[in-house]
Structures are given as structure tokens and as C-alpha cells.
């Protein structure tokens, strides 16, 4: 990684761990740094152009700042919101951007539109990069561990419906063909194991 590359993610991170410590155990600074990731996979596996490494690393870090409870149907709006005009990170994210050579417009579009129920056109790379980062590595029993976390009081059954709701074959969760691509017949596999309740029973 280059040193600029490591400065950047330390000062993002010093920004938005307070952040991160509000919301519900699922998306805590762990699921960031995990989108960072596979961000930066993706970046290289797509060829993105390196001009616009920076503004992966800033829109995997931002995007999930307000993954709180009573945000969960609008958290990627209030993260939008967070970094435009008038949000209270706008002055800290301009500055960023200007220090890093990043793209605000770029990282704002990618921040909004990194949801797994977003159905509209992506608007740029980054923005389907940070996508496919988010949903993660397409592993069934690290997808129980996380719902397990966020939803400590459900029971199995529940948790399976959810689960299934989101992630099986006829499931919510929005795939970028790049994140098709990447994973390829890991993908498919994921989603008929979780379509099947019984093998799911079976992982918890």
C-alpha cells in the first residue's frame, strides 16, 4: 500500500470511529475496514484507473457511518447528507478530497448508492465498487455470525427468514456485476445454501 494510501485511511478513520461506535454491532468499524477491503480487490481485479484508488478507500470508510437502528431504511441518505453542503462533516470532507487528490462528487454518489436495495443506474466505478464491497465475501456462516450479532434476540427461525429475505436466489440484495464477476460460482453456491432452510438450520 503507498504511504499516501496509508495516511489517507488513518485520518479517515480518526473521523469516523465516533461514528462507527453508535451504530448497531453488524455495521460497527470492523464492517468498514472489511468493505476497505474488498474494495481495493476490486479495484485492482476492475483495473480502475489510479486516480481514483483515494476515493475508494474514503466512500468504503464513509458509507455505513450511520448504519444505526432508527436509520436502517435511510442510512445511506444521512451519510449522503453527512458529506454535502451543510453536513457536519462537509468542511473535514472537502479538505480530505483536496488533500488526496479524491472526487467528492464521485465519493458522494458512491456513499448514496452503496444500499443493497438501490435499484437505480449506478454513476460511477467507485460507486459500484463500494457496493460490491459491502455485500463482502459470499460466506454463509460469517452471514449468520454477523445477523447473530445485529439481531441478539431473534430466534433461529427469524434470523433464517431474514437471512433468506436479503441473500437467497430470490433475495432483495442487489449484486454489481463486478462483485459477479469477482466471485463468480462462490456467488452462486451462497445463494442456494441460504435458499435452503434446512442446510441453513444446519450452519447456525
Known amino acids: 500500500m503507498k504511504q499516501n494510501h496509508h495516511e489517507l485511511i488513518v485520518d479517515v478513520i480518526k473521523k469516523i470511529f465516533p461514528y462507527y461506535e ?5 455495521h460497527r468499524l470492523d464492517h468498514a475496514l472489511n468493505t476497505l477491503k474488498y474494495g481495493l480487490k476490486l479495484a485492482v481485479f476492475t483495473k ?3 486516480q481514483y484508488i483515494n476515493d475508494v478507500i474514503i466512500a468504503t470508510l464513509l458509507h455505513d457511518i450511520y448504519a444505526r437502528v432508527e436509520y436502517h431504511e435511510i442510512h ?3 451519510a449522503y447528507k453527512e458529506i454535502m ?3 457536519h462533516m462537509y468542511d473535514w470532507f472537502m479538505d480530505t478530497c483536496d488533500k488526496y487528490n479524491s472526487h467528492p462528487s464521485i465519493i458522494q454518489d458512491a456513499v448514496y448508492e452503496h444500499r443493497a436495495t438501490y435499484d437505480g443506474k449506478y454513476s460511477n466505478n467507485v460507486a459500484k465498487i463500494t457496493a460490491a464491497a459491502d455485500r463482502g465475501k459470499p460466506c454463509v456462516k460469517s452471514i449468520c455470525e454477523r445477523f447473530l450479532t445485529i439481531f441478539p434476540n431473534k430466534k433461529q427461525s427469524e434470523l433464517i427468514k431474514i437471512i433468506q429475505k436479503r441473500y437467497g436466489i430470490n433475495g432483495y440484495a442487489r449484486y454489481p456485476q463486478i462483485y ?5 460460482e462462490a456467488l452462486d453456491m451462497f445463494q442456494v445454501v441460504i435458499s435452503n432452510t434446512q442446510l441453513l438450520k444446519k450452519i447456525f
Open 22 to 26: 453508535k451504530n448497531e454491532p453488524g
Open 85 to 87: 453542503i451543510g453536513g
Open 48 to 50: 480502475l484507473d489510479q
Open 180 to 184: 459477479k464477476d469477482y466471485f463468480g
Open 76 to 78: 445511506h441518505a444521512m
